[in-house]
């Protein structure tokens, strides 16, 4: 069997909600040993959308699968010695925390790093470490409306957010390319390094074309609900009994739609040479395109523009992936059990394929301090010890 890429590596999850923890959720899947250190209770994060007997909840399963799990209140002084005995055995922490949070557990980069040089620490807040707003509190819908996102979303004077925290899952995966990025630098010098990644730095990379076109070209645009600005026909249309999204970019995809609609007259017309043409008359074409779907079905209107080389999709709510066929066959979502579930979660594998070291999750979300006494017993506390811990409320 093929080595992971990351074993040996040791990474301690100090993460709270998505960013940090998804962040070590990946570097699990790519071999890491990532310990999830929560408070005994268990964190706020653990208990969000519940789906398990004990609370745990479905967003808690997919961003700290393959973790093992210890619990310790970090801030004690009495956890001191063990906080110190992690850190002598890691290679990577990673704390989504205030900056006063981490100074107090002295996680500052500062003393960190002169404690620990090879360390690589990761943090991520809401609006970065400086700046005017270093202190605010920022969640990912925060960054959405603060990014240009949900201006730009729903319809005109609806802003809307997006649903799924994309924001957070984003820089949760920029920190893991970062935390790969130090440690291959540190094989090279010795020395580890700070990784700060922010939400509102991952909010305004995913809009930076919007914020181009608006110092370029003066250019302010305004929500149009589904259908696209740049190209068009470019929306979501209902079927007989569904809906479907898609998407005509280009001078030839569009003379394939408009053969396909019975509309070749269009290729000629002016108003519709361009794609930028095409996006700012998107209102006419989706209203063309809407009536040549509305006598098909969903899985009428998928053949013909599959036949036609145009991108199409269904839209599908998440109970429908489950039994999507394609999704099946490529194997993505693992069933992975965990006390206390009717059913299995369907957890989506590791994103990015590797030809020779593949990521994998390999096992569940831990339960509440799962390994807390052989994780100590591991960094050379007794059991007297860890029984006086546990008496003291530290762990």
Same mark, same amino acid.
């Given at each position: 069997?093929?080595?992971?890429?990351?074993?040996?590596?040791?990474?301690?999850?100090?993460?709270?909600?998505?960013?940090?923890?998804?962040?070590?959720?990946?570097?699990?899947?790519?071999?890491?040993?990532?310990?999830?250190?929560?408070?005994?209770?268990?964190?706020?994060?653990?208990?969000?959308?519940?789906?398990?007997?004990? =609370?745990?909840?479905?967003?808690?399963?997919?961003?700290?699968?393959?973790?093992?799990?210890?619990?310790?209140?970090?801030?004690?002084?009495?956890?001191? &010695?063990?906080?110190?005995?992690?850190?002598?055995?890691?290679?990577?922490?990673?704390?989504? $925390?205030?900056?006063?949070?981490?100074?107090?557990? =002295?996680?500052?980069?500062?003393?960190?790093?002169?404690?620990?040089?090879?360390?690589?620490?990761?943090?991520?807040?809401?609006?970065?470490?400086? =700046? *005017?707003?270093?202190?605010?509190?920022?969640?990912?819908?925060?960054?959405?409306?603060?990014?240009?996102?949900?201006?730009?979303?729903?319809?005109?004077?609806? *802003?809307?957010?997006?649903?799924?925290?994309?924001?957070?899952?984003?820089? @949760? !995966? $920029?920190?893991?390319?970062?935390?790969?990025?130090?440690?291959?630098?540190?094989?090279?010098?010795?020395?580890?390094?700070?990784?700060?990644?922010? $939400?509102?730095?991952? =909010? $305004?990379?995913?809009?930076?074309?919007?914020?181009?076109?608006?110092?370029?070209?003066?250019?302010?645009?305004?929500?149009?609900?589904?259908?696209?600005?740049?190209?068009?026909?470019?929306?979501?249309?209902?079927?007989?009994?569904?809906?479907?999204?898609? !998407?005509? +970019?280009?001078?030839?995809?569009?003379?394939?739609?408009?053969?396909? +609609?019975?509309?070749?007259?269009?290729?000629?017309? &002016?108003?519709?040479?361009?794609?930028?043409?095409?996006?700012?008359?998107?209102?006419?074409?989706?209203?063309?395109?809407?009536?040549?779907?509305?006598?098909?079905?969903?899985?009428?209107?998928?053949?013909?523009?599959?036949?036609?080389?145009?991108?199409?999709?269904?839209?599908?709510?998440?109970?429908?992936?489950?039994?999507?066929?394609?999704?099946?066959?490529?194997?993505?979502?693992?069933?992975?059990?965990?006390?206390?579930?009717?059913?299995?979660?369907?957890?989506?594998?590791? &994103?990015?394929?590797?030809?020779?070291?593949?990521?994998?999750?390999?096992?569940?979300? &831990?339960?509440?301090?799962?390994?807390?006494?052989?994780?100590?017993?591991?960094?050379?506390?007794?059991?007297?010890?860890?029984?006086?811990?546990?008496?003291? @409320?530290?762990?």
């Amino acid at each position: 069997m093929t080595q992971a890429v990351l074993d040996g590596i040791r990474v301690l999850d100090f993460g709270k909600h998505v960013a940090g923890p998804w962040c070590g959720a990946l570097l699990a899947d790519l071999g890491a040993e990532v310990i999830r250190i929560e408070r005994p209770g268990g964190g706020d994060d653990r208990f969000i959308a519940p789906v398990a007997d004990d =609370g745990s909840g479905a967003m808690f399963m997919v961003c700290n699968r393959g973790k093992r799990g210890m619990t310790l209140r970090s801030h004690r002084p009495e956890a001191a &010695p063990i906080i110190e005995a992690l850190l002598g055995s890691a290679d990577v922490v990673i704390a989504n $925390l205030p900056a006063s949070t981490r100074d107090r557990m =002295g996680l500052d980069w500062d003393s960190l790093h002169e404690r620990y040089p090879r360390l690589v620490l990761v943090t991520a807040t809401a609006f970065g470490e400086k =700046g *005017p707003y270093a202190d605010r509190i920022g969640f990912d819908g925060t960054i959405q409306a603060m990014s240009g996102a949900i201006a730009l979303s729903g319809e005109p004077g609806s *802003p809307t957010r997006c649903w799924v925290p994309y924001i957070d899952f984003a820089t @949760g !995966s $920029l920190l893991a390319m970062g935390a790969l990025a130090a440690l291959l630098a540190r094989d090279r010098t010795g020395s580890g390094q700070h990784v700060q990644g922010s $939400l509102l730095n991952t =909010g $305004l990379m995913m809009a930076n074309r919007e914020t181009v076109e608006a110092q370029v070209l003066g250019l302010r645009r305004e929500p149009t609900g589904n259908r696209g600005q740049t190209s068009a026909p470019f929306d979501i249309t209902a079927t007989t009994d569904g809906h479907v999204m898609a !998407s005509v +970019v280009g001078r030839a995809q569009f003379a394939r739609w408009c053969n396909l +609609v019975d509309r070749a007259d269009l290729l000629d017309d &002016p108003r519709y040479a361009s794609d930028t043409d095409r996006g700012k008359r998107g209102a006419d074409l989706s209203s063309i395109f809407a009536a040549w779907c509305a006598t098909r079905s969903t899985e009428q209107v998928l053949a013909e523009l599959e036949t036609a080389g145009i991108a199409a999709g269904p839209v599908l709510h998440p109970q429908d992936l489950l039994q999507d066929a394609h999704v099946e066959s490529t194997g993505h979502l693992v069933d992975v059990p965990y006390g206390g579930m009717p059913a299995a979660a369907p957890i989506a594998d590791f &994103p990015v394929a590797l030809s020779q070291t593949p990521g994998q999750v390999s096992g569940p979300a &831990p339960a509440l301090g799962a390994d807390t006494d052989s994780l100590l017993r591991g960094l050379g506390f007794r059991n007297e010890d860890i029984r006086q811990f546990r008496s003291d @409320g530290v762990i």
